[in-house]
């Protein structure tokens, strides 16, 4: 039963204009990078750039994840339950042979495989405009590992906004807050990164580690330093500067901040009522 849920929490997900506006700015983001990347730079550009052609496939992989597929998470997970209490619709499951868990994780389980696929099609659209454009790419076996990484990350704010969904029972407003975590938690780490560069006292990078966005947006960085000589490109595409951490700190930093906002939602749905219609 698990799997019809799933499957209709995609093609729920998929029919929103929102969602599909999202995966629109995706394709032509994507396309748009690499066209600014191999069209529009003057000579001192090039010759820039030109030491990095072999390993272009990363902006792709990596600047989505930033920023992008956070927010793409978010808008997928923000309404999905939410939107349910809008419509008047979980009433209706709720009279068919179906548990509540079942309802719950298929919905989790189903949005989150629409975002993993989303940020997919931006892997594929990035392989084929770094291979078209700047020939042959090194080190693409660490793709699978960076891959994985980004999918991993994009859980905390998918996992936040779908708590919020459940527990506003607002899809505006769990998309409003949802948002305004994301983008203050980052602009806090940002201050914090800075003045830890300043004051060369790590102590206020350290601070930076408690909050969301850290792990979700250092985890991929830190397993991409493993390709070689990619750095300096890791920092032009990085939200923060690349700075303290190992990844098995930000992978319990993601672990914490998806586990816990997952949990609290799967207790709100199964313990509080269910209305016929959220007006």
Avoid: C
Avoid at 118 to 129: D, E, K, N, R, T
Avoid at 189 to 212: E, G, H, N
């Amino acid at each position: 039963m698990i799997e019809k849920v799933i499957t209709y929490e995609m093609k729920r997900a998929v029919a929103r204009r929102k969602v599909i506006t999202l995966v629109a700015i995706t394709l032509v983001f994507e396309i748009g990078i690499y066209g600014l990347l191999a069209y529009a730079n003057t000579a001192r550009v090039s010759q820039l750039l030109d030491p990095f052609h072999p390993y272009l496939w990363l902006v792709g992989i990596l600047l989505p994840q930033s920023l992008l597929l956070h927010f793409i998470a978010i808008s997928v997970s923000s309404g999905s339950m939410s939107e349910e209490y809008e419509q008047g619709t979980v009433d209706f499951f709720m009279t068919k042979p179906i548990t509540r868990f079942t309802f719950v994780s298929g919905k989790y389980v189903g949005g989150f495989i629409l975002v993993s696929v989303i940020y997919l099609l931006m892997v594929a659209i990035s392989l084929v405009m770094s291979f078209s454009l700047f020939g042959a790419q090194k080190y693409v076996y660490f793709l699978p590992t960076i891959v994985g990484s980004v999918i991993l990350s994009a859980l905390v704010f998918y996992s936040i906004a779908f708590m919020l969904g459940e527990a506003l029972r607002k899809s505006s407003l769990a998309f409003l807050v949802s948002s305004s975590i994301l983008i203050g938690s980052i602009l806090v780490t940002t201050i914090l990164i800075f003045v830890a560069t300043i004051l060369k006292d790590p102590t206020y990078s350290s601070y930076a580690q408690y909050l969301p966005s850290w792990g979700a947006e250092e985890l991929p960085f830190f397993v991409a330093q493993k390709v070689p000589n990619v750095y300096l490109l890791l920092n032009f595409l990085s939200v923060f500067p690349i700075g303290q951490g190992t990844i098995a700190q930000a992978a319990v930093s993601i672990f914490g901040f998806s586990s816990i906002p997952t949990a609290l939602s799967y207790i709100s749905f199964l313990r509080r009522d269910v209305p016929k219609k959220v007006s």
